[in-house]
Nanobody, 124 residues
Framework: QVQLVESEGGSVQAGGSLRLSCAASGDTYRINCMSWFRQAPGKEREWVAGIYTTGGSTYYADSVKGRFTLSRDNAKNTVYLQMNSLNPEDTAMYYC?????????????????WGQGTQVTVSS
């Protein structure tokens, strides 16, 4: 089993920044990639960004490219999502997720482990 714990989100004004973290524990050897997803009320869960834990390659959704940065600290089994230039459209519940077989990085159905979610609210 893998446990994922997200840091507390927060509320910021448009143009502001937040950093989320996701700490993994348990059978971390099962983690070869991790992603952040988000879900706004009434909308489907959306992939935001993903990272391969070996090598550190990162990938981003077009909606956040250039504004969000994903990084990892393998010694701490933690990934970080730095979010800059936030806008109200970024308001959502953010979830981190991990999986062992990393073929479809952006497909939520492939992820076996999820965090509890953390709320990010951006006001205009």
């Amino acid at each position: 089993q893998v446990q994922l714990v997200e840091s507390e989100g927060g509320s910021v004004q448009a143009g502001g920044s937040l950093r989320l973290s996701c700490a993994a524990s348990g059978d971390t050897y099962r983690i070869n990639c991790m992603s952040w997803f988000r879900q706004a009320p009434g909308k489907e869960r959306e992939w935001v960004a993903g990272i391969y834990t070996t090598g550190g390659s990162t990938y981003y959704a077009d909606s956040v490219k250039g504004r969000f940065t994903l990084s990892r600290d393998n010694a701490k089994n933690t990934v970080y999502l730095q979010m800059n230039s936030l806008n109200p459209e970024d308001t959502a519940m953010y979830y981190c997720a991990s999986k062992e077989y990393c073929v479809r990085l952006s497909y939520p159905g492939d992820y076996g482990y999820w965090g509890q979610g953390t709320q990010v609210t951006v006001s205009s």
